[in-house]
């Protein structure tokens, strides 16, 4: 069995960086909290992915919540890379500029986190991207999307 299963559901969101001119957004199950004060979250990214380059020597990253509806969005994330696919435009995602870091955020999103990039941590053959939020964007209550066991999606 794949152990890290073990700890599922867990929560899919969209993280966003912004470096120089190349913007992108990928699917991450593997996102949480590790510290009150300062508020930092963690995000574990493997370094096949597009989204660990363009975090190399970047300052700041979103985390955006998804939500029932985001399904679509969120399978175009998570299977497509940025390195050859603008998924913006795939995903039908609007860009929304953040207040405090230089970076896109989700609009559809019904809650962003905007961090500043205060560590990398190498985890086996991840890296946890650790990042203080700076400011929260929230605009709607909404039910989350998580990934289930079995790879399927449920909503809480
Ligand atoms: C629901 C879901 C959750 C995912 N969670 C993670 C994750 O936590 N960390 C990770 O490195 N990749 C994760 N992935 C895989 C990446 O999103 C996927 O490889 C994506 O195509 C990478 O895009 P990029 O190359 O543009 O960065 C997930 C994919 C899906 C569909």
New binding site residues.
């Given amino acids: 069995m794949e152990l890290y299963k073990l700890l599922y559901p867990m929560r ?1 969101v969209l993280i966003t960086v912004r470096k120089g001119k190349y913007e ?1 957004v ?6 949480f909290p590790l510290s009150f004060d300062p508020p930092l979250f963690g ?4 370094p ?5 380059s363009l975090l190399q020597g970047a300052k700041s990253f979103a985390i955006n919540l998804t939500a029932p509806g985001m399904d679509d969005a ?2 175009v ?7 050859d696919t603008d ?1 913006f435009a795939k995903s039908g995602l609007t860009k929304e500029e953040a207040k405090k870091i230089d970076c896109p955020l989700i609009k559809e999103s019904p809650l962003s986190i905007e961090c500043e990039l205060v560590d990398t941590i190498k985890a086996g053959d ?1 890296s946890v991207f650790v990042g203080k939020a700076v400011n929260v964007i929230k605009r709607k209550e909404a039910k989350g999307l998580y ?1 289930s066991q079995g790879g399927e999606w449920i909503t809480v």
């Fill in positions: 899919i992108n990928m699917a991450a199950a593997w996102c995000v574990s990214i493997s096949k992915r597009h989204t660990f969120v399978l994330c998570g299977r497509n890379s940025g390195k998924k991840h990934q």
